[in-house]
């Protein structure tokens, strides 16, 4: 399978400050590749698809850029709200699989 | 706009099956659009795709759980399950059905999760 590995795993940050997380792919995977936010005790929510488009509604400080086995998920000005775990998610080849996730502090 | 909604017995003992339920509202499981997933995440944990299954194909699982897993759909009641058999304290978790589009393969609506622990 497919093995996605996220750094950092974990990160504090000052509001208004530029976060960057990775996500790197064990084989090429093209830009097969989803990002999902997950705030505690709710479920995962999608942000970013196919590596670089946005999803309906949501935010435009969120971005994401990559292909083939890195990616990255951009966070311009980050919000209080925007306190979460961050998962990245590849469809290229079954089993689906996700990274292990990179939580982000607000300081 | 679709809602997803899990339903199970909160509690299993090991060795057991475990069943849940998840109800779809808002659209049908039977659109050749989508197909729909388990995930599961144990406490403090990532996520872990269970299996898939589309209106007209035939389920897919991880082959990590293939042996102990059946998912399946009821399209009179709008529903997709899950069932685990041969439960451990590994398989304690929050359980979410999830939407993915049949063709685009990134869950876009996901339940809110139901908590199932394996307890004697």
């Known amino acids: 399978e497919i093995v996605l590995t996220q750094s950092p795993d974990f990160q504090s940050v000052t509001p208004k400050e530029k976060v960057t997380i990775t996500c790197r792919a064990s084989q090429s995977i093209g830009s097969s590749l989803h990002w999902y936010q997950q705030k505690p005790d709710q479920s995962p929510k999608l942000l970013i698809k196919?590596?670089?488009q946005s999803f309906s509604g949501v935010p435009s400080r969120f971005s994401g850029s990559g292909s083939g086995t890195d990616f990255t998920l951009t966070i311009n000005s980050l919000e209080a709200e925007d306190a979460a775990t961050y998962y990245c998610h590849q469809s290229s080849t079954l089993p689906w699989t996700f990274g292990q996730g990179t939580k982000v502090e607000i300081k | 706009q679709v809602q997803l909604q899990e339903s199970g017995p909160g509690l299993v003992k090991p060795s057991e099956t475990l069943s849940l339920t998840c109800t779809v509202s808002?659209?049908?499981?039977?659109?050749?659009?989508?197909?729909w997933s388990w995930i599961r995440q144990p406490p403090g944990k990532g996520l872990e795709w269970i299996g898939n299954i589309y209106y007209s194909g035939s389920p897919k699982y991880n082959p990590s759980l293939k042996s102990r897993v059946t998912i399946s759909l009821d399209t009179s009641k709008n529903q997709l399950s899950l069932k685990l058999s041969s439960v451990t304290a590994a398989d304690t978790a929050v359980y979410y059905c999830a939407r993915a589009g049949s063709s685009s393969f990134y869950f876009d609506s996901w339940g809110q999760g139901t908590l199932l622990t394996v307890s004697s």
């Open positions: 196919y590596a670089s």
């Open positions: 808002g659209g049908s499981v039977r659109s050749g659009s989508y197909d």
